[in-house]
């Protein structure tokens, strides 16, 4: 009797299953940054043509990178499948399955920036329970192949191993993650650190309008935007983390976490924002920064006068090129350690990431840095500026309508419309709305300590029953006033007026 061909398949998808929960627990026990699966990701992050990689995030925001594990999952499943299917032919051929996969998981570690023969570990040992389990599998149907007589009772004997298999591999990814603390362990560091110089009050309540439904003056952390082409964060350990400043100057400099805190730390209101905001987005936030400012750090290394950049490196290999004049003036571009008067979370760089004012997030704003090379845009490039985003990355007058919420009903009548409006760098002197292609109205601002925050603004109109189309428009304090043609985020940042439909009822 011919032994069919799911148990063939289901032994080679248990031991891949067996495999990669071995593999996950040896990487979360070695407090490894990333295993086998999410080290393919972030490869194909790389290596995916630039059309790929935008249409994914156009398409899925952030959900794209989820769905890009998930895929990866699902193709290692056909692969644990077919592994299984050839074992009916012989031994040796489930093999070369195990080894190739086992190859493409240990180049793709090994390919990680700041990778270490450690790091090949959890390749090592998922390889090893892909072998070993497959064999065991495929003995019992081999057994009962050779002796139809016995094949029930190898049939048994099939499901009792299979079943084991299956609760011991949940017990050991689940005991590798309880046992894997390090990222836990540098979150109560990261809770228990104590900044000199860096305080926790709230925001002024002057900067702030007080019309609800319009994005709070402060962005709480917790609700700041993120943007990350890595798929496991970096977890650092203040002690571990040091950032080496070198290129074109005179005397380099590596300085530690206790010797950049040590320094004269500032704090300033600065607002990010994303590249690739839409009209209207929500890709931006507001924080009180604490940090040491760069320009005085690169004021004693003797930086070249024919230097005119600076290439940023994160400790996952994330790279931008960031203007040096945007670095060494007056604004207050500097090594942040704080968000909102605490260590920064983890998810947002700790224990240490740059913020430079004026300048979209892709050319400045690096996470978990740790190099900062002075240099020149002809011999420097980011990760971003490889894929056709614009090298120099100013950040463009732009205005949003937070309430009412486009597709609203409201009562006939007064109604206020409010928001928030940014240009950093620059400054909002005024803020326009307009109803039905009217007159445009002059909006209430907010106060703001800088020109490098948004702004708050508000104006009540008086809306007659019906359809309307309000837009709304941002005016600079250099006069220029935010432009009505609409273009997409790529190359440097999108433009148009943000415009809502309501309708209002008696």
């Not at 990680?112 to 090949?120: C, E, F, L, M």
């Not at 228990?192 to 709230?202: F, H, K, S």
């Not at 700790?350 to 002075?374: C, H, M, N, Q």
Request: glycine residues 10%.
């Amino acid at each position: 009797m011919t032994t069919r061909r799911p148990p063939w398949v289901l032994a080679g998808v248990l031991a891949g299953l067996a495999g990669l929960a071995t593999s996950y627990a040896t990487a979360m026990v070695l407090t490894i940054r990333e295993s086998p699966v999410v080290a393919v990701a972030e490869q194909v992050i790389r290596l995916a043509p630039d059309a790929v990689t935008e249409g994914a995030i156009s398409l899925l925001g952030t959900l794209d990178k989820p769905a890009l594990v998930i895929g990866i999952l699902l193709l290692l499943l056909s692969c644990f499948a077919g592994a299984g299917a050839l074992a009916r032919r012989g031994w040796w051929q489930p093999v070369l399955v195990w080894v190739a996969l086992g190859a493409v998981g240990l180049a793709a570690v090994m390919g990680q920036r700041g990778s270490a023969p450690i790091d090949a570990a959890p390749v090592v040992v998922g390889l090893l329970t892909w072998v070993t389990v497959h064999s065991a599998l495929t003995d019992a149907l081999l057994r009962a192949r050779r002796r139809p007589e016995l094949e029930s009772r190898e049939r048994r004997v099939f499901l009792m191993v299979a079943g084991a298999i299956s609760v011991a591999s949940l017990g050991i990814a689940v005991a590798g993650r309880f046992v894997g603390a390090g990222r836990r362990h540098v979150e109560v560091s990261r809770r228990l650190l104590r900044i000199p110089g860096v305080t926790r009050r709230q925001a002024p309540p002057a900067t702030s309008l007080g019309l609800p439904g319009v994005a709070p003056w402060q962005t709480p952390n917790e609700d700041f935007y993120r943007i990350d082409t890595t798929i496991a964060l970096p977890a650092i350990e203040p002690e571990d983390w040091s950032l080496r400043i070198h290129g074109m100057v005179e005397r380099e400099l590596t300085l530690t976490y206790s010797e950049l805190v040590a320094r004269t730390v500032t704090e300033s209101w600065i607002t990010l924002n994303c590249v690739s905001n839409e009209v209207g987005g929500d890709l931006v936030g507001n924080a009180r920064w604490s940090g040491v400012r760069i320009a005085d750090l690169l004021a004693d290394l003797g930086v070249s006068a024919d230097a005119d950049c600076v290439l940023q490196t994160s400790h996952d290999g994330w790279t931008c090129a960031t203007p040096l004049e945007a670095l060494t003036d007056e604004r207050d571009a500097m090594l942040a350690v704080a968000m909102n008067g605490r260590p920064l979370p983890i998810e947002h760089g700790f224990p240490v990431r740059t913020i430079v004012p004026g300048l979209y997030g892709y050319v400045s704003a690096t996470k978990w840095v740790v190099d900062l090379e002075v240099s020149t845009f002809a011999d420097s490039v980011g990760y971003w500026t490889t894929r056709g985003w614009s090298a120099e990355g100013p950040v463009k007058i732009a205005s949003r309508i937070d309430v009412p919420r486009s597709g609203d009903e409201v009562p006939a009548g007064e109604v206020t419309f409010g928001g928030v409006a940014w240009h950093q760098q620059t400054g909002i002197a005024a803020v326009e709305v307009q109803v039905d292609g009217g007159a445009w109205g002059r909006a209430e601002l907010g106060q703001v300590p800088s020109v490098d925050t948004w702004v708050q603004w508000a104006l009540t109109v008086d809306v007659p029953e019906g359809d309307h189309e309000v837009r709304v428009r941002a005016v600079g304090k250099d006069g220029a006033t935010q432009t009505s043609v609409l273009r997409s985020p790529d190359p440097d940042g999108s433009t148009g007026l943000h415009t809502i439909e309501i309708s209002a009822s008696a």
